[in-house]
């Protein structure tokens, strides 16, 4: 589902499903293309798209959740996270004005992790992620452990499918992400390595600017990258662990041993 107003992007949604759940996930996306806070859309395009590949099977990222008072210990706490994941500094100010612009992209951008170099073909649209889901299944068992937590189920589970994708590419070093809501001010930085961690505070309440930075890289093949990350369909099918809160300072050793 693609939500906009005017031509600019308002919302978005996608899963894999059995065919005889599509009804109720078409409506489902029609409620939640008319209930956004980012406006009322004039045009919602619904494609239903048979896979033609078997999908690939993943565990989902560990869930850890940092503990973050304000948007200034957010962005501390984001920068040695990178830094202590290989991004260079470079990068990461160059990450920082993709997602802070305002300039709303429909995908990611994709950057080299050390020269900071801009990889996607199109910079006003970057590379979406398609072709993503979860097993009945796991999604019970993922919302249970949301529901635990007094989190928002649809926000977190598919942050949290979408990253485990992001993540399992070979070339792919970390990734940032602030929601473009104005609503949702929880971010995260995650990768294979470290698992996916939550990152309240990120922005402030009512701001629209947001984006999202995938780092590779320098040699990564960015035209494997771009096809899987179009068209490979991955399916989440059990799900890791969720580790509760930790400290900004317990947060980078812990994840570097």
């Not at 452990?145 to 070339?171: G, H, P």
């Not at 040699?219 to 809160?245: Q, R």
Request: hydrophobic share 40%; proline share 4%.
């Amino acid at each position: 589902m693609r939500a906009s107003r005017k031509g600019e992007h308002i919302s978005g949604a996608e899963g894999i499903f059995e065919r005889s759940v599509i009804n109720d996930a078409v409506r489902a996306y029609v409620d939640r293309a008319y209930s956004h806070s980012r406006g009322l859309p004039d045009r919602v395009v619904i494609t239903i798209e048979e896979l033609k590949v078997r999908p690939v099977f993943l565990k989902s990222l560990p869930v850890y959740t940092v503990d973050i008072k304000t948007n200034d210990e957010a962005w501390e706490f984001i920068k040695r996270f990178l830094f202590s994941v290989g991004v260079s500094m470079r990068a990461f100010e160059n990450a920082l004005f993709v997602v802070q612009s305002g300039i709303v992209m429909r995908g990611a951008s994709i950057m080299t992790f050390k020269t900071g170099r801009r990889l996607e073909p199109d910079t006003a649209r970057g590379v979406r992620a398609t072709r993503l889901g979860i097993t009945q299944e796991a999604e019970e068992t993922l919302f249970s452990v949301i529901d635990s937590y007094k989190l928002n189920r649809t926000v977190v589970s598919e942050a949290i499918v979408l990253a485990t994708k992001v993540a399992a590419f070979k070339d792919v070093i970390a990734e940032l992400c602030v929601s473009d809501d104005p609503d949702y001010t929880t971010g995260y930085v995650s990768s294979k390595r470290t698992g996916y961690l939550r990152v309240p505070n990120i922005k402030e309440e009512g701001e629209k600017k947001g984006g999202r930075v995938i780092f590779v890289s320098e040699d990564a093949d960015i035209n494997g990258l771009i096809h899987y990350l179009e068209n490979t369909p991955v399916v989440i099918d059990s799900i890791g662990e969720f580790k509760g809160i930790v400290s900004p300072d317990e947060a980078i050793p812990v994840f570097n041993n």
